[in-house]
């Protein structure tokens, strides 16, 4: 799987939108861009894929670059329970199986 | 609660015993992992299952590390003569076989191996 690189923290106020970054420079024509989140003492969670389009959910929406070398995972209104660790993870959509994780972004949100 | 479970939640063993843990998926979910996550690291694969087909393994998955999904249903991790270095979350998850395919964690067992 390609790799993704992604900042190691970021911080955020309570009901403010978050952008958190993602670059995968070598992303392939058949990579799809995923995205899941670990909350503190659970297993992660999916929240968010998509191809080339951008992407909206209950959750949060993906705005992936022309190019696709590039992407932003957007939470429109943080709230303390988004505290989690974000991984950017790129998936080969013909042979897709495994998840490759990366150490991810550990996301604050503070009142 | 439909969502994939494991057993048990904390494991606490001596080195050189032997442990087993439990993954239970969404029923209808014909796919299977399992990672391991160490502190402050992404999880790592280790293994998957199509059914009761294991497809990959990883070489994190050394000859003390076994895995099976009799009947294509729950899944078993065994650790034999566990090493302090095997202490770690162990997580299992699910999925159904598409080329998009998301995976549904369940919430781990903590391994700590004194």
């Known amino acids: 799987d390609a790799k993704t690189t992604q900042p190691n923290s970021m911080e955020s106020n309570e009901e403010e939108p978050v952008h958190l970054p993602c670059n995968h420079s070598?992303?392939?024509?058949?990579?799809?861009i995923h995205w899941y989140r670990q909350l503190p003492s659970q297993g992660p969670e999916y929240v968010i894929h998509g191809l080339t389009s951008n992407v909206n959910n209950r959750m949060a929406s993906l705005a992936i670059a022309e190019d696709r070398k590039s992407s932003t995972l957007i939470l429109h209104r943080a709230t303390l329970r988004d505290a989690a660790v974000y991984y950017c993870?790129?998936?080969?959509?013909?042979?897709?199986?495994?998840?490759?994780f990366g150490t991810g972004t550990r996301l604050q949100v503070t009142l | 609660d439909t969502g994939v479970s494991q057993n048990p939640r904390h494991k606490i063993t001596k080195r050189g015993q032997n442990v087993t843990f439990r993954c239970d998926p969404i029923s209808e979910h014909n796919r299977l992992y399992w990672y391991r996550q160490t502190l402050g690291q992404g999880p790592e694969f280790l293994t998957y299952?199509?059914?009761?087909?294991?497809?990959?393994k990883s070489r994190l998955l050394s000859d003390r590390f076994s895995a099976e999904r009799p009947k294509g249903s729950f899944s078993t991790l065994e650790i034999q003569r566990t090493e302090q270095g095997d202490s770690a979350m162990y997580l299992c998850?699910?999925?159904?076989?598409?080329?998009?395919?998301?995976?549904?964690f369940g919430p781990g067992t903590r391994l700590l191996v004194l």
């Open positions: 993870i790129l998936r080969d959509g013909g042979t897709a199986s495994k998840l490759t």
């Open positions: 299952f199509q059914n009761e087909a294991q497809l990959e």
């Open positions: 998850a699910s999925s159904l076989l598409r080329s998009e395919e998301t995976q549904y």
């Open positions: 070598t992303i392939s024509g058949t990579d799809y």
